[in-house]
């Protein structure tokens, strides 16, 4: 039987200049209830902070969730209307970018003065995007990250994302960017991430929370 992952890994990124402690949770979000997911991630950055973290990691869509193994009652043609209401439900729980909840995240990060990455379900009018957010240890919001094509099924509730949102950024730790999942795939997108980074550039692929710990360090 396999071991239950810990909710928290921690990785020594070592140099000859200096050592980074990074901090890559494995945990799932609570389905339809952002704000106790906002909590629980609160709970898993004071965690990280504890052990002197320097830059926390979460999966792909923590905030909003990554509903696996759900057709929202749709197929070819027609929809359900239980599909529809959990669709609804799904919708309300993503969350705008800027937003409350992106300033609650960096009011976290500023706090632990930690660099955070994190997984989201980003809502723009009607439709949602698979995003990562970036944030520094001074409490500022650096910017985002949309999934550029969603996987297969996931194309039926996350819109696609585009080249404005492919960002690295320059920190006193290094540089720090981001993909999600089956984008490690793409060969154009990675050779763009290579092209702004150097050897002191964290690049993660962020995966859904059901997934082993199989982040990419670059």
Same mark, same amino acid.
């Given at each position: 039987?396999?071991?239950?992952?810990?909710?928290?890994?921690?990785?020594?990124?070592?140099?000859?200049?200096?050592?980074?402690?990074?901090?890559?949770?494995?945990?799932?979000?609570?389905?339809?209830?952002?704000?106790?997911?906002?909590?629980?991630?609160?709970?898993?950055?004071?965690?990280?902070?504890?052990?002197?973290?320097?830059?926390?990691?979460?999966? &792909?869509?923590? $905030?909003? !969730?990554?509903?696996? @193994? /759900?057709?929202?009652?749709?197929?070819?043609?027609?929809?359900?209307?239980? #599909?529809?209401?959990?669709?609804?439900?799904?919708?309300?729980?993503?969350?705008?970018?800027?937003?409350?909840?992106?300033?609650?995240?960096?009011?976290?990060?500023?706090?632990?003065?930690?660099?955070?990455?994190?997984?989201?379900?980003?809502?723009?009018?009607?439709?949602?995007?698979?995003?990562?957010?970036?944030?520094?240890?001074?409490?500022?919001?650096?910017?985002?990250?949309?999934?550029?094509?969603?996987?297969?099924? &996931?194309?039926? $509730?996350? !819109?696609?994302?585009? @080249? /404005?949102?492919?960002?690295?950024?320059?920190?006193?730790?290094?540089?720090? #960017?981001?993909?999600?999942?089956?984008?490690?795939?793409?060969?154009?997108?990675?050779?763009?991430?290579?092209?702004?980074?150097?050897?002191?550039?964290?690049?993660?692929?962020?995966?859904?929370?059901?997934?082993?710990?199989?982040?990419?360090?670059?």
């Amino acid at each position: 039987m396999a071991l239950p992952l810990p909710a928290i890994t921690e990785v020594d990124m070592s140099s000859d200049a200096s050592t980074v402690r990074v901090t890559v949770v494995q945990a799932s979000t609570i389905f339809y209830d952002t704000p106790a997911t906002l909590d629980k991630a609160e709970r898993l950055i004071v965690e990280a902070a504890a052990y002197g973290s320097q830059l926390v990691v979460f999966p &792909e869509a923590f $905030i909003g !969730g990554y509903p696996r @193994g /759900s057709s929202f009652g749709a197929v070819i043609g027609s929809r359900t209307a239980k #599909g529809k209401e959990d669709f609804r439900k799904y919708h309300a729980a993503a969350i705008d970018v800027p937003g409350p909840e992106v300033e609650r995240l960096a009011v976290l990060a500023g706090k632990y003065k930690i660099y955070l990455v994190m997984g989201v379900v980003e809502r723009e009018g009607y439709t949602l995007y698979c995003t990562v957010l970036f944030f520094d240890s001074q409490g500022h919001y650096l910017g985002k990250h949309r999934k550029l094509m969603p996987t297969a099924s &996931e194309r039926l $509730i996350w !819109g696609f994302g585009d @080249g /404005s949102t492919i960002p690295v950024y320059e920190t006193p730790i290094g540089k720090i #960017g981001a993909l999600i999942c089956w984008e490690n795939k793409m060969p154009l997108l990675r050779t763009a991430m290579y092209g702004k980074g150097n050897h002191s550039t964290f690049f993660f692929v962020l995966y859904f929370s059901f997934s082993p710990l199989n982040w990419i360090f670059f």
